[in-house]
């Protein structure tokens, strides 16, 4: 399992050049995964493809980012020596467990809804007025969208994406105001329930550390991870 690829994939960026073994993605800001540098190779030239990669963002009014997980080890060094912050460790979960009970009711389709997207925002909005784009970036690929519902309004939801025999799940978010009434656990099993599929992974900060206990309650284990290098 690359998590790496996988995290690519079901987080789609609107623009990409391929770059000697590099993939330079851009979706106008937001957020780091789908702008920032995707490291899958080694450059012939490694001083000229990080050149061209600032230039490619410096164009686009964006700080230079790379993402580097295990298979980029080597570029880490090079980077800090270039004046590059290591920021947002980034810990992937993989779990194999057999889908457990839902206790609520979950609704699911395979388009965001409005509801849906203003709740996600709502808690995981930190790129101003980007809602837009990071739609687009959701409906990039297919791809389930969970929520438990009252009175209209979507209080925890995510965002599961079928990858072969794996599950990616995304979007998790719960309003502040319905929290610690199992919702988001709600929607988690739904979407492993709704899919199916042989193994579950997802990516969370590593200084959320109240999240990644609720996914190891959940049958998670650690799996490696990525960070991000930015200038």
């Known amino acids: 399992m690359d998590i790496d690829l996988l995290v690519d994939k079901a987080w789609p960026a609107l623009e990409r050049v391929e770059l000697d073994g590099w993939t330079l993605r851009h ?12 490291v899958t190779g080694d450059p012939a030239d490694l001083d000229d493809a990080i050149d061209a990669a600032e230039a490619f963002y410096a164009a686009r009014g964006l700080p230079s980012v790379f993402s580097l997980g295990q298979g980029a080890a080597g570029l880490d060094p090079v980077l800090e020596a270039r004046g590059y912050r290591l920021v947002d460790p980034v810990l992937a979960m993989v779990s194999h467990a057999a889908p457990s009970p839902v206790t609520h009711q979950v609704r699911i389709q395979d388009t965001p809804w ?8 709502a808690v995981d909005g930190r790129y101003g007025d980007g809602l837009e784009v990071a ?7 297919p791809a389930w969208y969970a929520a438990v519902e009252e009175d209209g309004v979507a209080l925890a939801v995510g965002r599961g994406v079928p990858q072969g025999d794996t599950l990616g799940v995304y979007c998790m978010a719960t309003l502040p105001r319905a929290r610690r009434r199992g919702l988001a656990r709600s ?6 329930r709704h899919a199916g599929l042989a193994s579950v992974y997802l990516v969370v900060q590593a200084d959320n550390t109240a999240a990644g206990e609720f996914y190891r309650s959940e049958g998670f284990a650690d799996r490696g991870g990525y960070h991000y290098r930015v200038k």
């Open 27 to 38: 979706a106008e800001g937001v957020t780091k995964r789908a702008n920032s540098v995707l």
């Open 114 to 121: 409005q509801g849906w997207l203003e709740s996600w925002w």
């Open 135 to 141: 739609a687009k970036i959701c409906s990039g690929v």
């Open 187 to 192: 929607v988690l099993r739904a979407l492993v």
